[in-house]
């Protein structure tokens, strides 16, 4: 079972995009969902996170502000909003599904998509 990201692409900055994360299954509902991003020679590193319901959102100081997460449970959907986009954005953007007890660890999290690319480029 994997998820499924979606909606990279290139922009410039101070432009946005928005991501998406496609869920193969309802049983996903049930589980906090993240964004990471990683750029080469990097560990992957933590953008945002959503409660299973979506009541609670949490972000990394350096996307506050900025990034929108959301989810949609009855299409088993994620997005990351992300605005006013920067160089330092660019990197490849995962979602993934927590099963730990760590939020910013991405140790704690399975399922992983495959990733989309962002850059972020004049």
């Known amino acids: 079972v994997q998820l499924v990201e979606s909606g990279g692409g290139s922009v410039q900055p101070g432009g946005s995009l928005r991501l998406s994360c496609a869920a193969p299954?309802?049983?996903?509902?049930?589980?906090?969902m993240a964004w990471f991003r990683q750029t080469p020679g990097k560990e992957r590193e933590y953008v945002a996170s959503?409660?299973?319901?979506?009541?609670?959102?949490y972000y990394a100081d350096a996307v506050k502000g900025r990034f929108t997460i959301s989810r949609d449970n009855s299409k088993t959907m994620m997005f990351l909003q992300m605005n006013s986009l920067k160089p330092e954005d660019t990197a490849v953007y995962y979602c993934?599904?927590?099963?730990?007890?760590?939020?910013?660890?991405?140790?704690?999290?399975?399922?992983w998509g495959q990733g989309t690319q962002v850059t972020v480029s004049s």
């Open positions: 993934a599904a927590f099963v730990g007890t760590r939020r910013y660890d991405s140790a704690d999290y399975d399922y």
């Open positions: 299954v309802r049983s996903f509902n049930s589980y906090p």
């Open positions: 959503i409660s299973y319901n979506g009541g609670n959102t």
